[in-house]
């Protein structure tokens, strides 16, 4: 009995093993029981704070977008503003201008008619809006071309402008036959040059033309000396070949 119930060495050291071991099975069990609690639950923080820092950059770029579309929308009232600002300056234009031909109609019968190839400088300021200024400039003009063929070369007169001329164009006529040509094949150098519509290289090929060819005959065969593609077709009422 006594036998029995003794333990070699041997047979403690395997107990203690055996106990040991069974302890650890028991504490293993007991860890993987909680452990996976707690890794759950860190996973949901971590999915949680994902989640957060997603809807702040959507709040963010929805908010950019929000911004940007908002700059937009200033910026096209803006422009809005502006054109109508220049639509109403524009209208209060037309309609002071109106308001000017209109004034100078019902007065109408107290002008005089000017013919524009006769006038002087003093009938000239008779006309609405035609002070010395625009009546040496209107003279000069004249002098240049040889006389008014058409209403609207006044157009080109120095400064004299569209809104101008519609007021003074029912008080004005106009009379050709005092028209003075340039004789092409006989007037000098500086004469024919004088023509606001005969440019300088225009003339040195007239003039060579007369010297080395003979005389210009016609108004085609001008525009072949000339050789220029925008040449002012009124030009030639004012030659005589």
């Known amino acids: 009995m006594n036998n029995f119930l003794t333990f070699t060495k041997g047979e403690r050291v395997a107990i203690i093993i055996l106990a040991a071991v069974i302890f650890l099975l028991i504490a293993a069990n007991f860890f993987m029981a909680n ?28 908010r950019y977008v929000a911004e940007q579309l908002e700059r937009e929308a200033r910026i096209q009232k803006a422009k809005e503003e502006n054109e109508k ?32 190839n006769t006038a002087d400088t003093i009938s000239f300021m008779k ?30 007169v120095y400064r004299l402008d569209s809104s101008i001329f519609e007021i003074i164009m029912p008080y004005i ?8 040509k ?15 519509y005969i440019e300088y290289e225009d003339v040195k090929k007239i003039v060579n033309y007369r010297e080395t060819k003979g005389m210009i005959t016609n108004w085609e ?21």
């Open 35 to 62: 452990y996976p609690s707690k890794v759950n639950k860190n996973l949901h923080d971590l999915d949680s704070i994902m989640a957060l820092h997603e809807a702040a950059v959507d709040e963010l770029n929805a």
């Open 85 to 116: 600002k220049k639509y109403q300056k524009l209208k209060k234009a037309e309609i002071k201008n109106k308001d000017k031909i209109a004034e100078n109609v019902v007065s109408k019968k107290e002008i005089e008619i000017v013919n524009i």
């Open 127 to 156: 006309l609405p809006e035609i002070g010395p200024f625009f009546a040496r400039n209107i003279v000069a003009y004249r002098e240049k071309l040889g006389g008014f063929i058409d209403k609207k070369q006044l157009l080109e």
């Open 173 to 180: 006529n106009i009379d050709s036959v005092s028209i003075r």
């Open 182 to 196: 340039i004789r092409i094949n006989y007037d000098d150098f500086k004469t024919i040059l004088r023509h606001p």
């Open 221 to 241: 065969q001008y525009k072949k000396v000339v050789t220029r593609d925008d040449i002012e077709e009124r030009l030639r009422l004012y030659l005589e070949f």
